[in-house]
């Protein structure tokens, strides 16, 4: 701040003392009038279900439904003794007409469709994909086959909220006792650093970091032994930490460009950069753990506890979607414009889906099944069919209860 001498402070005051002298004190300024801002009362959210017609529906008329109606028979093993399922299911058991033209009659006499919205209203969500892949391993450690794929630790806890909290039916806590408190379960990071009791729970060992961890995110795959035999694993539990994309982290970070985020570039970056991986890797906190799988599944099960069917199952986020649904998906094909409209079976979940107009799209198992869900990042929109006399209220907001994967 600048300073002022003696000379001239002594001459400023002299002039204010003047100036008070001789002037009239101006009159104080009017008081300002404060209007108080009052929040903006945010939107109620929308309902997510909307009565539709088959008509909305886009190509329903020419969609072969003979996949979809496989699917059904597969959802119905888990519904069929629900009380709104009951008919439909027992129906589909002894429909004696399976043609194209007979599951239309079917369909559109047993189920009512409906649009799915966000809470915003807007009906256009996020559609992605993903497959069953295989990785190459073995049942020992070996310097090749470095990284362990877990069964469930012995000091993870699931607690069913439900059993305690009616109100809180379908959602589940993960954690670990210390002492006598329950702490969340560890991170992704204490995991592979050998805090988390895993030690003798090491199912198989395999080649690939990499592999390993979209195993995880996938939630089911094969591990081609080195005798050629082949060895089905899934699902079995998850630690409780949220979902975190590393292809998000990659785009933030400058590694990768937008476009480059998919599965396969991913992957490339992880070849090109080996050092940086596991630091990568940390920054999703979300670890599954692995149950092996009986021989004669023909594919891998979902959170439905059926099989999945190849290009026609979907994960949704059951907070929303009903699981065991049929819901009719309008996207495109992966990268492209085509169109891709179909009966699909609600029949899984996943800890990266979450919202109304969300859903992860199963392409089966394989190397291109996994270019195909690697790539797919489209616009969809989707409607569920309830059946008769089964429809949602009109003004049903759905309960933040989750059953994940």
């Known amino acids: 701040m600048k300073s002022f001498t003696p000379r001239?402070?002594?001459?400023?005051?002299?002039?204010?003392?003047?100036?008070?002298?001789?002037?009239?004190?101006?009159?104080?300024?009017?008081?300002?009038?404060?209007?108080?801002?009052?929040?903006?009362?945010?939107?109620?959210?929308?309902?997510?279900?909307?009565?539709?017609?088959?008509?909305?529906?886009?190509?329903w008329q020419s969609t072969d439904l003979l996949p979809s109606y496989s699917a059904l028979q597969q959802s119905c093993r888990a519904l069929k003794s629900r009380p709104n399922w009951q008919a439909v299911c027992s129906r589909a058991e002894s429909l004696a007409q399976t043609d194209n033209a007979g599951l239309h009659q079917f369909f559109e006499s047993a189920f009512s469709p409906y649009q799915v919205s966000n809470p915003d209203g807007s009906t256009l969500g996020l559609i992605t994909g993903y497959y069953e892949p295989k990785l190459l391993g073995s049942r020992t450690k070996t310097k090749r086959f470095a990284y362990p794929i877990y069964g469930v630790p012995e000091d993870l806890l699931t607690i069913d909220l439900g059993d305690v909290y009616p109100q809180l039916k379908g959602m589940r806590l993960r954690g670990r006792l210390q002492g006598k408190k329950v702490l969340p379960y560890y991170d992704r990071a204490d995991i592979e650093q050998g805090k988390a009791?895993?030690?003798?729970?090491?199912?198989?060992?395999?080649?690939?970091?990499?592999?390993?961890?979209?195993?995880?995110?996938?939630?089911?795959?094969?591990?081609?032994?080195?005798?050629?035999?082949?060895?089905?694993?899934?699902?079995?539990?998850?630690?409780?930490?949220?979902?975190?994309?590393?292809?998000?982290?990659?785009?933030?970070?400058?590694?990768?460009?937008?476009?480059?985020?998919?599965?396969?570039?991913?992957?490339?970056?992880?070849?090109?950069?080996?050092?940086?991986?596991?630091?990568?890797?940390?920054?999703?906190?979300?670890?599954?753990?692995?149950?092996?799988?009986?021989?004669?599944?023909?594919?891998?099960?979902?959170?439905?506890?059926?099989?999945?069917?190849?290009?026609?199952s979907i994960a949704v986020d059951p907070r929303t979607i009903p699981l065991g649904a049929p819901v009719f998906l309008s996207t495109t094909y992966p990268n492209t414009t085509q169109p891709l409209n179909r009966l699909m079976l609600a029949q899984d979940t996943g800890g990266a889906i979450r919202g109304a107009v969300r859903a992860d799209f199963f392409w089966g198992y394989g190397e291109e099944a996994g270019t195909m869900a690697g790539r797919m990042k489209q616009d969809g929109q989707m409607w569920v069919l309830f059946p008769k006399g089964g429809e949602p209220a009109a003004s049903a907001v759905p309960a933040t209860n989750v059953v994940t994967r």
């Open 8 to 59: 001239v402070t002594l001459t400023l005051c002299a002039s204010l003392l003047l100036a008070a002298c001789h002037t009239t004190p101006p009159k104080p300024p009017a008081p300002s009038v404060v209007v108080p801002q009052v929040p903006a009362t945010p939107a109620a959210p929308v309902a997510p279900f909307t009565a539709s017609s088959w008509d909305k529906l886009p190509e």
């Open 197 to 312: 009791a895993v030690q003798g729970r090491e199912l198989f060992w395999v080649d690939n970091a990499v592999e390993l961890f979209f195993l995880q995110i996938q939630g089911s795959g094969r591990i081609e032994l080195p005798d050629g035999s082949s060895v089905k694993i899934g699902y079995a539990d998850q630690n409780g930490q949220p979902y975190a994309s590393i292809g998000k982290k990659l785009i933030e970070m400058g590694e990768l460009k937008l476009e480059q985020a998919s599965m396969q570039g991913i992957k490339q970056w992880g070849e090109q950069h080996p050092d940086k991986l596991p630091a990568l890797l940390a920054q999703n906190p979300s670890y599954v753990f692995f149950r092996e799988l009986p021989d004669q599944l023909s594919a891998p099960l979902g959170a439905l506890g059926v099989p999945l069917t190849d290009a026609y």
